[in-house]
Nanobody
Framework: QVQLVESGGGLVQAGGSLRLSCAAS????????MGWYRQAPGKQREFVAR???????NYADSVKGRFTISRDNAQNMVYLQMNSLKPEDTAVYYC??????????WGQGTQVTVSS
């Protein structure tokens, strides 16, 4: 089992920045990739960014060039730096961890609201 706790969400004006953090605990030795997803009201949860244990990253097209994912393996943390935020980035952001054997664990989510 892996437990995840997100933090860093909030209210920001369009064009502003926020940094999300996710702390992992529990069976951290099994963690492979770490990532962020988001869910806007009335929409399905969607992929935002992912980083593997080796540091390879990939991003949704909608956030490329604006968001940066990073991880600190020593501290079992993953971060999402969000710049040039837009109102359409408003959503609940969820941290997800992929383990080996393959299982997915989710955090409780943190609200990000971008005002126009």
């Amino acid at each position: 089992q892996v437990q995840l706790v997100e933090s860093g969400g909030g209210l920001v004006q369009a064009g502003g920045s926020l940094r999300l953090s996710c702390a992992a605990s529990g069976s951290i030795f099994s963690i492979n990739a770490m990532g962020w997803y988001r869910q806007a009201p009335g929409k399905q949860r969607e992929f935002v960014a992912r980083i593997t244990s080796g540091g390879s990253t990939n991003y949704a097209d909608s956030v490329k060039g604006r968001f940066t994912i990073s991880r600190d393996n020593a501290q079992n943390m993953v971060y999402l730096q969000m710049n040039s935020l837009k109102p359409e980035d408003t959503a609940v952001y969820y941290c997800r961890v992929d383990t080996i054997p393959i299982r997915y664990y989710w955090g409780q989510g943190t609200q990000v609201t971008v005002s126009s």
